[in-house]
């Protein structure tokens, strides 16, 4: 069974290395992230601070937003629009990886804490009872802060994360 992991959209463009992971896992996007990317993309903002690195990074989004529109795949992502909550059938994002997208809604719940982005990242974490995975140390302090019952791993332990769970699955 693959590990599952919560994550933004942008991430699998930034951190290419975690689409490769040495046991199959399962990456679980809330829609709102697929949509930034595309804010992303035509923002004239920089999303790194070096040019080379920017330029890199938005060449990313623009190869993640062509894959998602391919028909095959724009089509099941289309279907979990419909409803609320609902998710798509699986798309391979390479040999041992898939990407599931889940139309995930902000309720305000965590508000106080979290901007809306976080919001539907943490509320699928709690829907789908897997870890959030993130680059930002900030969510990582407010979840612990805001004492919400969600696991979280650094991008930098992606394959500590990956590895552990295998450990703890094969001890039970």
């Known amino acids: 069974m693959p590990r599952r992991f919560i994550i933004e959209a942008v991430m699998l463009a930034i951190y290419g290395e975690i689409t490769a992971p040495d046991e199959p896992v399962e990456f679980i996007v ?3 992230t697929i949509m930034e990317l595309y804010e992303f993309r035509n923002s004239p903002e920089p999303l790194m601070s070096d040019p080379d ?5 938005k060449s990313k989004i623009e190869e993640l937003i062509d894959y998602l529109e391919v028909p095959f795949n724009r089509k099941k992502l289309e279907r979990a629009l419909s409803i609320p909550w609902s998710k798509s ?3 391979l994002l390479g040999k041992s990886v898939s990407l599931t997208i889940v139309n995930a809604l902000d309720n305000e719940q965590y508000g106080e804490f979290l901007d809306p982005i976080e919001t539907v990242i ?3 974490s709690l829907r789908e009872s897997a870890p959030v995975l993130t680059d930002q140390p900030e969510l990582i302090s407010r979840i612990i802060d805001a004492e919400i019952p969600v696991q979280v791993f650094g ?3 992606f394959h500590f994360a990956v590895e552990t769970d295998n450990l703890d699955s094969q001890q039970t």
């Open 30 to 32: 809330p829609y709102p």
């Open 53 to 57: 690195d920017d330029l890199y990074v």
């Open 89 to 91: 059938s699986s798309i």
């Open 122 to 124: 943490v509320l699928t």
């Open 155 to 157: 991008i930098q332990d």
